[in-house]
């Protein structure tokens, strides 16, 4: 199957039924006429994440699971790109996001789910107690109901159909400081992507995730570490223009009446001269109403992009306009107003901590101004680089050719897309069993 067909079947509004040569048999029933379930005879087919040997051998403990669930049938390539959408409006309108503007972010408008979020979130304080709240829920194993079919590769590279628009950009132009703008009005644009209204679904250790952008772009990513959960992303633009590669991890966290998702991330973008940009920080996520008021998505920190080659940084502050002081807190700004700079360092400490540009203490020259909104538009000295309604994310396909490891293949989310959230949870419990059992036999081997 060639990604120019995948394209053009986009392009008609219609993807046709085609599979890939080497698991073609695995998106069809082995026996029985049941066309979601793989077998009712064998516990698993055989690229089954469970599968650990040639005998098929599976520990007790996870077979009560695997005699309960059948394996499902894999997906084709309709619905595997089903879920993939290009038009903001699109993408605000299936994950029943709407723009906040006096909030300041995203209002979340799905109302059935948001009251099962709640008592989901009430039974969990009811078994963790106090403790629950300004916890750190990074390793909580959470039911898969509240679950998108996606898992956090999948997501990572979806950031891609907007960054490679602008890395390409910056690779065609010959002007450094110009490719600096262009990567940092990139880390602005893609923050919409990020946001969801269901969580993804946590990675195995040594998953991995391929897709390639209409540009071109191809994008491999990998569950590098169980705990703490961290994934890592390599792409080459298209006619290898530039090369990006880094790491993403996300850190929940509760705090009383909100949720913070705290992002640790560090990214490289290299360009065929050997010009290279890194991002050091990007913002974290805000998420208010968990248990009363309007669902809410808060973007809050800083994009942090330097330059080693031109000895330059660029910061842009999100959520700025709050100013406390010792009584009360002034609001200047919007919410999603973002405020930036691009300077050139004194070389002396950088404030982290910073919140907004008159906290910077390390400014020997500024270069460059920027304005905007994350949710809006992004300028940088009065010209326009960003506009949400003008530039559309690059449409994104499944990898023709992934390895048996893509997570197109896990038992868990196969079932959650096909809507049998029963068999979803069953395979779930099976999957992180396996994880506790092979984490179990690393840390016995480092003993050694």
Known sequence: VSTQSTWDCIKQGAMKKVVLPFFAEGTK????????????????????FLRINNANTVPEEEKKFLSKYPPPTYMDEALLHCKLLDKKEEIFKASSLELDKD??????????????????????IAKIGKSFFNSNIQGLSLPIRIMEPRTDLE???ELYRILSYYYTKAANHPDKLERLKLVQTASIAACYLMLRKQKSINPILGETFQATLADGTEIACEQISHHP??????????????TSYGYFEYVPNFKGTYILIQTKSKSFVRFKDGHNIVTTSRPDVKITGLLMGER???????????????????????DFGEKKGLISSEKTVPKHWVEGIIYVPTGAHFNSEAKRITDLDDVKKEMC????????????NSVNYWDIDKIAPIKMAFSNTPIPSDSRFREDLVWLRKGDVDSADGWKDALEIRQRRDLKLREACQKK
Request: proline share 6%; glycine share 8%.
């Open 155 to 157: 997501r990572m590279a």
């Open 29 to 48: 029933p082995l026996d029985g006429c049941d066309p979601k379930v793989y077998s009712l005879k064998v516990p698993f087919h055989p690229l089954s």
């Open 369 to 380: 101004r920027l304005k905007g909104s994350w949710l809006e538009k992004v300028e940088i």
């Open 103 to 124: 909030g300041g972010g995203m209002r979340m408008v799905d109302t059935e789910l948001i009251t099962k979020q709640r008592g989901l979130f009430t039974e969990m």
């Open 229 to 242: 959960p961290i994934s890592y992303v390599y792409a080459v633009g298209p006619s290898k223009c530039y």
């Open 296 to 318: 809410r998505a808060i973007l809050k920190g800083m994009v942090n992009t330097e330059d080693k080659t031109l000895k330059l940084r660029a910061i842009s502050f999100f």
